[in-house]
């Protein structure tokens, strides 16, 4: 029930007590009852009225005259300090100082680039419209992680602005282009890359045109960090070339590595033997192991296994020869359903603009509704994928000589296949690392930082240090704003762990700042609607001659009344 309803009632059944306490006998103050009751009413709630409302329109960054003269007729305009200075045209400081100006349900129609984060809470809940300007040539769109993982593969995507043909290098610290992809027809693209080692990094996109011609030149900088050194137990049932370069890899880059390999006839290679209870496997973080090692496992020490996987655990099963149907059923136990399957034994792995070479597998595939790929080959074909079990994860991997990437002069290619197989089934470890929601941070901008404890602070550029206060409704998100003063690497410390992050000045990579404004503008006029050119808005009337009238009819109601006393009392002497 609303309030104007409450209020009427009320209202009406005040009047109606009073009425019938004054009875026919004085119609005229009967009358006045009702009167009064209405003119209070409508005091408290005027009757709406319908009038014209004057669009305002506000002009922001790269506006020019004739985006203003299609929408400035009949119109006021207004000019935010980030538009470029315009004829008759008044300046103000904000958005809100606009509002606070106009009469309230006032329409908006945003011409330019768009508002800045400054003006986008002033806007919200209004009725908007929007006309963008042409966005630039050139990049965009950049979405990559500001934090990297040494060894780790990561990835980026991005988009591009009307160059045809376009064809995007990924130029890494030294200078060399590391990666390329071709753009498609909307203008996205796709790169990945690796770091070899901690610090901060200086990649570089360019764009090229359909002719070759370098068209922009972007930096993307970002931090490699070292991760947690995964705790590994290898399990093998023969020496091989596959687990020779395996383990080669896995020292270099310093996982903590137990390796048993059995020779038969109870002679095992490697490091003193451990007993396979569930206490040893809570101290690795994985195992690997081939299919020769699982069969001598056994049923005991595989339910084991199974109950140190729900603990955490992570495995990855080596299948380098054809497995019996006793084995395929202990793997559906395990949630994955392994087929046959008569595609080509010998595949090709991709790597960005390399060409490596032809490796072999196992013919199998994964038939299993829940797992996901870990490796691919160049066709996309899965050659290891993984699923989780209990609070731990399980991997196949059926690819049998990735050694010879390695002896083809790709071993960063080798090394990077079995980082991310590492990386993805290991054993997952809480740690609270700071993290930025921002993909493409700016000076004077607001940014969101989580993932943090209490005294965190930032690093800007020049020195300075601010305490950052968090946010008690992020929860446990543990989140926190922050307003970078100048352009360059920052640093948020939070207990331990640090992150490192670059700030872009405000008018560096002009393209990724306007479809960023775009964006913003064009999800408020999604929320509230397209403003018209010229409304009629219904608003309350004027409340005075609803009051006037109260004031007049109460004062000759008491007239009335004192009137009426006088003549009772007059009557009451006579008598």
Not at 308 to 332: F, H, K, M, W
Not at 557 to 574: K, N, P, Q
């Amino acid at each position: 029930m609303t309030l104007p309803l409450l209020a009427g009632i009320g209202i009406a059944l005040a009047a109606t007590i009073a009425a019938l306490r004054i009875g026919l006998r004085r119609p005229g103050l009967l009358v006045l009852q009702f009167v009064v009751a209405a003119a209070l009413y409508f005091t408290l709630f005027p009757p709406k009225i319908e009038r014209d409302v004057q669009l305002l329109v506000i002009a922001t960054a790269g506006t020019t005259p004739a985006l203003l003269a299609t929408h400035g007729v009949g119109a006021k305009v207004l000019a935010l300090p980030e538009a470029p200075m315009l004829a008759d045209v008044e300046r103000i400081p904000d958005l809100a100082t606009a509002l606070r100006r106009a009469p309230p349900d006032t329409p908006l129609r945003i011409v330019g680039a768009g508002l800045v984060p400054r003006d986008v809470e002033a806007a919200r809940g209004r009725a908007l419209g929007f006309h963008p300007m042409a966005l630039p040539q050139g990049f965009v769109e950049i979405s990559a992680p500001a934090q990297v993982t040494v060894g780790t593969r990561w990835s980026m995507t991005g988009a591009i602005n009307d160059i045809a043909d376009a064809n995007v290098e990924l130029i890494d610290p030294s200078g060399a282009v590391a990666m390329q992809s071709r753009a498609d027809a909307n203008g996205h693209f796709q790169l990945e890359g690796t770091t070899s080692a901690p610090g901060r990094m200086r990649y570089d996109l360019r764009v090229r045109d359909g002719k070759g011609r370098v068209f922009e030149s972007l930096e993307l900088p970002m931090q490699a960090v070292d991760g947690a050194k995964p705790r590994v137990l290898i399990l093998a049932g023969g020496p091989s070339p596959e687990l020779k370069y395996l383990r080669r890899w896995a020292t270099d880059a310093g996982v903590e590595l137990r390796t048993q390999v059995s020779l038969g006839g109870g002679l095992r290679l490697g490091e003193a033997p451990v007993a396979f209870d569930a206490s040893t496997l809570q101290g690795f973080d994985l195992l690997v192991l081939d299919e020769r090692a699982w069969r001598d496992l056994g049923d005991a020490r595989r339910r084991v296994l199974r109950d140190a996987v729900a603990d955490g655990l992570g495995v990855l099963l080596r299948i380098t020869a054809p497995l019996s149907n006793a084995e395929l059923a202990q793997l559906r136990g395990y949630g994955f359903d392994m087929k046959a399957d008569d595609s080509p034994t010998t595949v090709v792995m991709v790597d960005g603009i390399e060409d490596l070479p032809t490796l072999t597998r196992q013919s199998l595939r994964s038939a299993s509704t829940d797992s996901q790929t870990l490796l691919n080959d160049a066709s996309g074909k899965p050659l290891a994928a993984w699923r989780n079990l209990g609070r731990g994860r399980i991997g196949v991997w059926w690819l049998g000589d990735s050694f010879r990437l390695v002896l083809s002069g790709h071993a960063s290619r080798h090394g990077r296949a079995w980082s991310e197989a590492f990386s993805i089934l290991s054993r997952a470890k809480a740690a609270a690392v700071p993290s930025l929601l921002d993909v493409d941070p700016r000076v004077q901008q607001r940014m969101v930082l989580c993932g943090l404890q209490a005294g965190a602070s930032v690093l800007d550029a020049q020195g300075e240090v601010a305490t950052l206060v968090v946010d008690p409704d992020s929860g446990r998100k543990q989140c926190a704003a922050y307003w970078p003063s100048v352009p360059g690497w920052h640093r948020v410390r939070s207990g331990s762990a640090t992150m490192d992050w670059i700030v872009r000045d405000i008018h560096a990579a002009p393209g990724l700042w306007a479809l960023r404004l775009r964006e913003e503008t064009q999800r408020l006029v999604s929320a509230e609607g397209a403003a018209p050119v010229v409304s009629k808005i219904s608003s309350p009337g004027p409340r005075w001659p609803w009051f006037l009238a109260w004031l007049l009819a109460s004062g000759l109601g008491w007239w009335l009344e004192r009137r009426g006393l006088r003549r009772v009392r007059a009557a009451d002497a006579g008598a």
